[in-house]
T-cell receptor, first 108, second 115 residues
Framework: KNEVEQSPQNLTAQEGEFITINCSYSVGISALHWLQQHPGGGIVSLFMLSSGKKKHGRLIATINIQEKHSSLHITASHPRDSAVYICAVVQGAQKLVFGQGTRLTINP | DAGITQSPRHKVTETGTPVTLRCHQTENHRYMYWYRQDPGHGLRLIHYSYGVKDTDKGEVSDGYSVSRSKTEDFLLTLESATSSQTSVYFC??????????????FGPGTRLTVL
């Protein structure tokens, strides 16, 4: 069993829909990252959080440390949001352990 | 964008040959990382560095070595490449000493094919 599990693995939605991607982990962590990987391959960090909730534009990330669970939400989704979203947990000296990613496709 | 470059961006080589990938940063970040990304496995840590000449192994370090002789460069070497090392390699940097700035920034990736 992977230490970091994401669901769903693939998600297709229509433009404008509210999107939720989930991440569960089984190890102790100091923080959690949400990353976005574009179709061209580039990886961008969206959020790093250790408690509560963070918001940036249409993106919202939450974490529940007790339940070892985090969610990434996208409001008013747009085709340009199509990408792979990756959850990663921080263990020890800034070492990241990654989930396998969620491939999101937003259709116009 | 954080100043991280990787070279080469693409490489095709033959089994048994040595290969060195270079990661160069202009951000003066202390931590540097090498990851590989494979279908079905996601990103996995190969080696990381927490300062000049200070390195440590990640979860998939067998067959790889690294060196960091100056802050800005982190080299990943495959001493004798094997087909199982065909992958996309990403470098990343972070500076955890700065509160709120310990995000990891990723390079553009190097696609390596070992025939």
């Amino acid at each position: 069993k992977n230490e970091v599990e994401q669901s769903p693995q693939n998600l297709t939605a229509q433009e404008g829909e509210f999107i939720t991607i989930n991440c569960s982990y089984s190890v102790g962590i100091s923080a959690l990252h949400w990353l976005q990987q574009h179709p061209g391959g580039g990886i961008v960090s969206l959020f790093m959080l250790s408690s509560g909730k963070k918001k940036h534009g249409r993106l919202i990330a939450t974490i529940n440390i007790q339940e070892k669970h985090s969610s990434l939400h996208i409001t008013a989704s747009h085709p340009r949001d199509s990408a792979v979203y990756i959850c990663a947990v921080v263990q020890g000296a800034q070492k990241l352990v990654f989930g396998q990613g969620t491939r999101l496709t937003i259709n116009p | 964008d954080a100043g991280i470059t990787q070279s080469p961006r693409h490489k095709v080589t033959e089994t048994g040959t040595p290969v060195t990938l270079r990661c160069h940063q202009t951000e003066n970040h202390r931590y540097m990382y090498w990851y590989r990304q494979d279908p079905g496995h996601g990103l996995r840590l190969i080696h990381y560095s927490y300062g000049v000449k200070d390195t440590d192994k990640g979860e998939v370090s067998d067959g790889y070595s690294v060196s960091r002789s100056k802050t800005e460069d982190f080299l990943l070497t495959l001493e004798s490449a094997t087909s199982s090392q065909t992958s996309v390699y990403f470098c990343a940097i972070s500076e955890p000493a700065n509160v709120g700035l310990d995000t990891q920034y990723f390079g553009p990736g190097t696609r390596l094919t070992v025939l």
